[in-house]
């Protein structure tokens, strides 16, 4: 075949073609527009929320490094450096086992020393000053400065009350730097000295931490891989690296870990997160795909006998394929950059709210330029764009010059037959018919309004079965918790941290308490092991109980266990899995002191662990509390460890047990080491409880401190008003994408067959007849909506969000309310729309309308 340069000429011939349809062009920008910002947003919320997350987890962990290696020998630096695995490598030691000025009661301290490299790594940069260098020299953070009413000035002086190895001193520094915390560092501060102070008191920071657990002397390296694939073997090949081993039982074992910011990175090892992203960009793709793919097959069909000429003087299917993917890919050339500016904002604007539902609330968040959101979101939207036109352009480049010029806009499918009725010329009947003749684009019509109308009855249904509840079961079971400060900062270790009776007696003298529950603690009691002792090590030379499990034993190989003594509220208010669930019957037996309650330990849903379990209902055990004597008990019944309302709120020990105040003294219980109070109080006088707490705790008891009901009210409200928001948002989107589409069909509908409305008149029919005949046909359109968005919402809600979408707050609700509340629109715009087209277009007489080619 005879190769002719002619692609300047189809060229044209497409930028012609183009600009001849600047109603279609128009409405394709929109729809490629909107299709890229729901990608664009879609990626920026992942790209956005990912990095913030493992910024606040970073900020959690203390340092951005990839890795620590652990109360290690402090000759380690120069080595580290020198491995080729590693970029760089910091050096902090730990100075004080605690800083116990008063003032740092509800915002902890921690000391230490720290090369550049480590203070980098750890968030640290100065925003005035330098490190310490000489040894009475100190930096601080600027909020704890303000705690201990010194100015952010240099050479301040600064005191500080230190423990050090149970050795409690009070030391004096000047202050050589200090910097701005960032906000959601744990509610940590930080004290760094100078290498001449370690070097000062050598001999108290000696590592001792394997003889007396004490964490003064030990040193961490901080490390950073020159990138971040495989940072486990590779951290396993440093550490083999330096000569030791990752093995606990031996002699030259060395702790590490990879940092657990970088670990909770890894969205693509949780296959739920990847199905969900995958369903989201399904969804986008089939939305957009819908009003794109119809908006360029009506526009073939309405420039069909174009497209017949030009096969007529022998232009190729191939050429008039390019021809029309010329033309989208010129209209995605407007639509895709507008689409990648809103959606990135829209996105942007989006993060801090899902950062806010989230345990990073207040925390900080980054939403980067990343290139990888627009490149992702362009190609997306090309290759939505590229599949929309693909079958478009088939039917023009197949179709032949007569059949262009008898093409009808019937499906092909469609059986012409002969309709024998006498009353065939109803309006209704002749719009029913019309809607048959193109089938596809109709169905296509339809499912792309009802998206929208589903998604919205969806993200509804998933809010309204928010269970506050449960929500609330999860954090508070009374109206107020109070516990000393050091309790909600997970620092409960003695009944130092207790909370003070003259706190509990203010609480009863308040209008509107009701009732109120101390729970109190023993901590480091053992449970005496049979003969032979289900505690054993595994293969790993690690000790763990008959399930497995790592637990702490003593020196016989007893495991450490806590136990609880409950007053009458809080002993009322555990939910009881198994064993005697009469409250009467089951205190009576308590208070003798030979019965005790298990508490099992539950997941996210507040299912029961059954691999935490080490007792069945009625089995024996020996206890001792510290200084109490040894006792047998039986079980008698088994609770759930709620982590908030009657637990230390640390990973504690395997074996916990709760039982009644009578009860826990007769274990020989502490009775000095009141963990915590709660009360009920009135609804009418909530506010007022809450403006006394606030401000006792912070004028009268400063190292007491109280969490609310309220608190948690506001937390949900704000989450689900979020998920609400950011559905609302991607429904609205989506719904306008479906009107878009409807309108266009509308207008070519309309527009292709002028010659049929001219030869309607021409025989009589009325140019009112005509516009409700054609408002009959969105009638139509919109009861095929309506019963599309019935059928599969409902089917939808049951099946997906019924069974799969469920947190562990939700209580699953069928709603349909929302679908219903939308379906009156739909008829409205279903029969306004045509109304409007035919109105504005049906402008030009019969004659003129027949003679039209």
Not at 8 to 22: E, G, P, Y
Not at 496 to 521: A, C, L, N, V, W
Not at 624 to 638: F, H, L
Not at 809 to 832: D, K
Request: hydrophobic share 40%; net charge negative; with cysteine.
């Amino acid at each position: 075949m005879l190769k002719v340069k002619n692609k300047k000429c189809i060229n044209r011939l497409s930028d012609k073609a183009f600009q001849a349809n600047k109603t279609r062009n128009f409405i394709a920008v929109i729809a490629i527009a909107l299709t890229t910002i729901l990608f664009t947003t879609l990626f920026t919320i992942g790209s956005g929320a990912i990095e913030s997350f493992q910024y606040n987890t970073m900020l959690q962990a203390g340092s951005m490094s990839h890795g620590t290696i652990k109360f290690a020998p402090q000759d380690l630096l120069e080595k580290l450096k020198a491995d080729p695995l590693i970029e760089e490598a910091g050096y902090r030691q730990v100075l004080a086992d605690s800083v116990d000025n008063p003032e740092f009661l509800k915002r902890r301290v921690e000391m230490y020393y720290e090369d550049p490299t480590a203070a980098r790594l750890g968030f640290i940069s100065l925003k005035e000053g330098k490190l310490p260098e000489a040894e009475n020299e100190i930096a601080m953070d600027t909020e704890s400065l303000r705690l201990l009413g010194i100015p952010a000035k240099l050479g301040e002086k600064v005191t500080l009350l230190i423990t050090v190895k149970g050795e409690q001193v009070e030391r004096e520094f000047v202050l050589s730097g200090y910097w701005e915390p960032e906000k959601s560092a744990m509610n940590v501060g930080f004290a760094l000295c100078s290498k001449a102070y370690t070097d000062k008191y050598a001999e108290e920071l000696a590592y001792t931490y394997k003889e007396n657990w004490y964490m003064s002397g030990s040193v961490m390296y901080e490390i950073m891989f020159k990138n971040t694939s495989n940072m486990t073997d590779k951290l396993q090949t440093v550490v083999e690296n330096l000569g030791y081993s990752l093995d606990e039982k031996d002699d030259n074992y060395l702790g590490c870990n990879v940092s657990w910011a970088y670990m909770s990175n890894s969205i693509g090892q949780d296959p739920t997160t990847v199905l969900a992203i995958a369903a989201a960009l399904g969804l986008i793709i089939l939305t957009g795909y819908l009003i794109i793919y119809n908006i360029f097959q009506i526009s073939v069909i309405r420039d069909i006998r174009f497209y017949g000429l030009l096969k007529t003087i022998g232009t190729t299917g191939r050429q008039i394929r390019s021809i029309i993917n010329r033309q989208g890919m010129r209209l995605s050339v407007y639509g895709i950059p507008a689409g990648l500016v809103i959606g990135f904002f829209i996105g942007k604007g989006i993060v801090p709210l899902i950062i806010d539902m989230s345990s990073y609330q207040e925390g900080v968040v980054n939403t980067s330029l990343n290139p990888f959101i627009f490149i992702g979101a362009a190609l997306f939207s090309l290759f939505t764009v590229y599949i929309s036109t693909r079958k478009p352009g088939k039917i023009a480049a197949s179709i032949s010059p007569v059949e262009a010029v008898k093409y009808t806009d019937i499906s092909a499918d469609v059986k012409k037959k002969r309709k024998k009725s006498t009353d065939g010329g109803k309006l209704y009947k002749m719009a029913l018919s019309n809607l048959g003749r193109n089938r596809k684009r109709t169905v296509l019509v339809i499912i792309s309004l009802s998206l929208s109308i589903i998604l919205l009855n969806s993200v509804v249904t998933l809010t309204e079965s928010f269970d506050l509840d449960k929500y609330l079961a999860t954090f508070v079971d009374t109206d107020f918790l109070t516990a000393n400060a050091r309790y909600f900062n997970n620092e409960y270790h003695s009944p130092d941290e207790r909370i003070s009776e003259s706190f509990i007696s203010e609480i009863e003298k308040q209008p509107g308490f009701e009732e109120g529950g101390r729970i109190f603690i023993s901590l480091n009691g053992t449970v005496i092991m049979p003969d032979p002792s289900p505690i054993h090590y595994d293969e790993d030379g690690i000790i763990v109980d008959k399930n497995e499990n790592y637990v702490n034993v003593d020196e016989n190989m007893n495991p450490y266990c806590t136990m609880y003594g409950l007053e009458e509220l809080p002993l009322s208010r555990n939910e009881i899995v198994a064993g005697e669930k009469d409250p009467q019957v089951l205190k009576e037996k308590l208070d003798t002191g030979n019965y005790i309650i298990e508490g099992l330990e539950t997941d996210d849903y507040k299912n029961v662990r059954e691999d935490r379990i080490q007792y069945s209902i009625g089995d024996k055990l020996k206890l001792r509390v510290p200084g109490g004597e040894e006792k047998e008990v039986e079980v008698i019944a088994q609770i759930k460890i709620e982590y908030y309302t009657n637990s230390v709120r640390y990973s504690s020990d395997n074996y916990v047990f709760y039982t009644s105040i009578a009860g826990y003294e007769k274990l020989g219980g502490n009775m000095d080491s009141v963990m915590s109070y709660g009360f009920q109080c009135e609804d009418s006088r909530e506010v007022e409880m809450q403006q006394f707490l606030q401000d006792y705790t912070d004028n009268i008891e400063p190292q007491m401190s109280f969490e609310s009901k309220v608190k948690y009210v506001k937390n949900f409200e704000n989450l689900k008003g979020t998920f609400t928001m950011v559905g609302s948002v991607l429904a609205l989107i989506i719904g306008i994408i479906g009107i878009l589409n409807f309108v266009n069909a509308c207008i070519t509908s309309i527009i292709t067959r002028k010659k049929e409305f001219a030869a309607l008149k021409a025989i009589g029919m009325t140019e009112c007849q005509i516009r409700r005949m054609v408002c009959m046909e969105g009638g139509y359109y919109a009861a095929g909506v309506i019963l599309f968005s019935l059928v599969l919402g409902t089917l939808f809600s049951y099946v997906v969000i019924g069974n799969f979408v469920i947190f562990w707050f939700t209580t699953y609700r069928f709603i349909i309310w929302p679908m219903l509340m939308v379906l009156p629109f739909m008829v409205v715009i279903g029969v306004v729309v045509p109304y409007i087209t035919i109105k504005v277009t049906d402008k030009e007489s019969v004659v003129e309308m027949l003679r039209e080619e």
